[in-house]
């Protein structure tokens, strides 16, 4: 087993609910580490940096201003398989068709405010750990 890192995001629908322990409880049970963790609120500049890939997309704009309606908790994960284990913890994009147990299915109320983000591959993994976190603000888990 691969150990990763992921970077996830509690977005502003579920800090303005106060679900972070909730979620960090999750991660944590399942194994992942948290091991860089803040709040920050983005402005328009960062949200649209940050989605740049989705710029085309209709709902970009909807997306942009949901992302800054709010403080956020953004973290990097560790753990075996993280970035895959992060995406079966969340649950699918659309929490009307995410598993039973998963955090979109508990705590998102639709496709467009839905509780958190997390990376999709290795190498997004990189990228966008490296938008929020410089590596000093990385903190090796090895107690
Ligand atoms: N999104 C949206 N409307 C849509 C599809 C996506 O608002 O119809 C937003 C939603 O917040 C989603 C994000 O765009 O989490 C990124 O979309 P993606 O397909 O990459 O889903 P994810 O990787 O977050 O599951």
């Not at 949200?47 to 709010?70: C, D, K």
Request: charged share 25%; net charge negative; with cysteine.
């Amino acid at each position: 087993m691969a150990i990763e890192r992921t970077f996830s995001i509690i977005k502003p629908d579920a800090v303005a609910k106060n679900h972070i322990g909730a979620i960090y409880n999750r991660f944590e049970s399942a194994g992942l580490k948290i091991i860089a963790s803040k709040m920050v609120h983005l402005t328009k500049e960062q949200a649209e940096g940050f989605y740049a890939e989705h710029s085309e997309r209709p709902f970009f704009g909807a997306l942009v201003s949901f992302m800054t309606s709010g403080p956020i908790m953004v973290q990097c994960l560790e753990g075996e398989n993280a970035v895959l284990a992060n995406r079966e913890i969340m649950g699918a994009t659309n929490p009307a068709e995410a598993a039973r147990g998963t955090l979109r299915a508990d705590y998102a109320a639709s496709i467009d405010e839905n509780a958190v983000h997390g990376s999709d591959a290795v190498a997004s993994a990189e990228r966008e750990i490296a938008y929020f976190f410089s590596a000093e603000e990385l903190c090796a888990r090895t107690r």
